[in-house]
C-alpha cells in the first residue's frame, strides 16, 4: 500500500481541539483560541463513543454547524469521527475537511468497512485511531479496507491501548507498535494523540517530545476554553494557552544531519555497538549450550525443567546487578523472561528428542 499525505506541510503536524463539541460558544471559544497557534487541523467529537451509557454522548448533528463557523471564521481545516455510513453521510453533506475513525470503531472490521463503502468515489482524508487493542493487524487491517475502497488520503493516529489495573496512563502507549507501523508504511503520516494515552495533562508534554523523538509526524491533543468543565475527558484537556506553552516548549530534533564530525562520531559509535551486539549473541549462544547440557542430566535423573527457586534466585541477583549498572528494573525482568523462556524451549526440544529416539530404538 502507497499513501498519499493528508497534510501537505512541513512536519510535526499539529490536530488540536476540544474532546468533545458542547455548545456553539465553546467550540467557537476553543477555535478562536488556536487559530493563531501552531495548529493544523481543528478537532471536536460530534458523537463521542462512551465507555458507559448516560454519559454525555455528542450533540450531534447541529455540532456540524459549529464546525462550518469555525471553517469560515478561523479559516482552519476541522475534523471529527464518524462511525457509521450515517455519520459520513452527515460529515459528507456539511463539508467537513479529515474524518477520523475511533479506537471504538477500528477494533470493528464491521463498521470500517461500512465507513470504508460510505466513502468510495471520494478523495475526504481519512485519519485511523489504532484499535483499543493492541493488535497490529487489525490497525492494518483497518487501513487497508480503505485503501481498497479507493481511498490514497489516509493516516495513523496512535492513541495507546486498554489495560486493567494501573498504570501512569490511561491507555498504554506500547510504543514499538507505532514504530512498526512507520517501518512497514514509510509513506504512511503517523501521529499521536499524546491525550487519550496520558488521560491527564500533567504528563503530556513530557509524552509529546517522547512523541517528537521517536519521529512521529505530528500530535493530536485535546484543547479547551475551561478544561476542568469539559463534558468529557476533563483531566486531560488543557486550555489553548496551555497548549501552546507546552507546543513552544517542545524540541524538534532532526532525524539527520551532513555534519561530517556528527556522522564520523555516530559511525565509530556503530561500529562498537555492532561489535558488542555479536558478542552478547556469541555468549547467549554458549550459556544455550550449557543449558542444553543441563537438560541432558535433567532428563537421566528425571528432574523437571523449570527450577522455581533457582530461577527465584537468578531473577534476584541479575536485579541486583542491573540496579548497580543503572539497568531499569523493567529491562531486566523482560531479559531475564526472554532468556528463561528460551532456555526452558531448548530444554524441551532435548528432552523431546531423546523421548522421539527411544521410542523408535524400541518400536
Ligand atoms: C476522541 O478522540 O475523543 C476519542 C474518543 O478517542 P479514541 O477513539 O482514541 O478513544
Ligand atoms: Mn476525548
Same mark, same amino acid.
Given at each position: 500500500?502507497?499513501? #498519499?499525505?493528508?497534510?501537505?506541510? *512541513? ?16 467550540? %467557537? ?5 488556536? @487559530?493563531? #497557534? ?15 451509557? $448516560? ?7 447541529? $455540532?456540524? @454547524? ?11 481545516? =476541522? ?18 475537511? !479529515? ?7 477500528? =477494533?470493528?472490521?464491521?463498521?470500517? #468497512?461500512?465507513?470504508?463503502?460510505? %466513502? ?5 482524508? =481519512? %485519519? ?11 490497525? !492494518? $487491517? ?5 485503501? *481498497?475502497?479507493? /481511498? ?13 489495573? &494501573? ?69 486531560? #484537556? ?11 516548549? /517542545? ?7 551532513? &555534519? ?16 558488542? &551486539?555479536?558478542?552478547?549473541?556469541? /555468549? ?11 537438560? !541432558? ?18 531473577? +534476584?541477583?541479575? /536485579?541486583?546487578? $542491573? +540496579? ?5 528494573? +523493567? ?23 531423546? %523421548?522421539? *529416539?527411544?521410542?523408535?530404538? *524400541?518400536?
Amino acid at each position: 500500500m502507497h499513501f #498519499q499525505p493528508v497534510f501537505d506541510t *512541513k512536519r510535526p503536524i499539529h490536530i488540536a481541539g476540544p474532546c468533545s463539541a458542547e455548545t456553539e460558544e465553546q467550540v %467557537l471559544a476553543a477555535a478562536h483560541g488556536l @487559530k493563531d #497557534q501552531q495548529v493544523n487541523l481543528f478537532r471536536a467529537g460530534i458523537w463521542k463513543p462512551r465507555t458507559r451509557p $448516560g454519559a454525555f454522548e455528542g450533540v450531534g448533528v447541529p $455540532g456540524l @454547524k459549529w464546525l462550518q463557523r469555525v471553517q469560515r471564521e478561523t479559516g482552519l481545516a =476541522v475534523t471529527t469521527e464518524v462511525a457509521y455510513a450515517q455519520h459520513v453521510e452527515q460529515c459528507l453533506k456539511h463539508g467537513i475537511d !479529515v474524518f477520523w475513525i475511533g479506537a471504538r470503531s477500528t =477494533v470493528n472490521p464491521f463498521s470500517v #468497512q461500512e465507513i470504508a463503502e460510505a %466513502l468510495r468515489g471520494t478523495d475526504v482524508p =481519512v %485519519l485511523v485511531k489504532n484499535p483499543v487493542n493492541p493488535d497490529y493487524k487489525l490497525w !492494518v $487491517g483497518a487501513l487497508e479496507r480503505l485503501y *481498497k475502497a479507493g /481511498l490514497r488520503r489516509v493516516a495513523a493516529i496512535h492513541r495507546g491501548f486498554s489495560s486493567y489495573g &494501573d498504570s501512569k496512563y490511561r491507555n498504554l502507549p506500547r510504543w514499538q507498535m507505532a514504530i512498526d507501523l512507520m517501518q512497514e508504511f514509510p509513506d504512511l503520516e503517523v501521529l499521536c494523540d499524546i491525550s487519550h494515552i496520558c488521560g491527564r495533562r500533567d504528563i503530556l508534554a513530557e509524552t509529546a517530545q517522547k512523541a517528537y523523538d521517536l519521529n512521529f509526524d505530528g500530535l493530536m491533543v485535546e484543547v479547551h476554553p475551561t478544561p476542568d468543565e469539559a463534558w468529557s475527558d476533563a483531566s486531560q #484537556q488543557v486550555t489553548p494557552e496551555q497548549y501552546s506553552k507546552m507546543i513552544k516548549g /517542545l524540541v524538534r530534533r532532526v532525524v539527520t544531519t551532513d &555534519d561530517p564530525d556528527f556522522l564520523a562520531y555516530m559511525e565509530n559509535c556503530r561500529i562498537e555497538i555492532d561489535a558488542i &551486539d555479536e558478542e552478547i549473541i556469541h /555468549l547467549i549462544a554458549q550459556r544455550m549450550q550449557l543449558v542444553k547440557e543441563i537438560g !541432558v542430566i535433567k532428563r537421566d535423573k528425571n528432574v523437571t525443567v523449570l527450577q522455581p527457586e533457582r530461577f527465584r534466585a537468578l531473577r +534476584e541477583e541479575l /536485579l541486583r546487578r $542491573g +540496579e548497580k549498572n543503572e539497568l531499569s528494573k +523493567e529491562f531486566i525482568s523482560l531479559f531475564l523472561e526472554a532468556i528463561h523462556q528460551e532456555s526452558i524451549n531448548q530444554q524441551e526440544q532435548v528432552i523431546n528428542a531423546s %523421548l522421539k *529416539k527411544r521410542k523408535l530404538t *524400541k518400536d
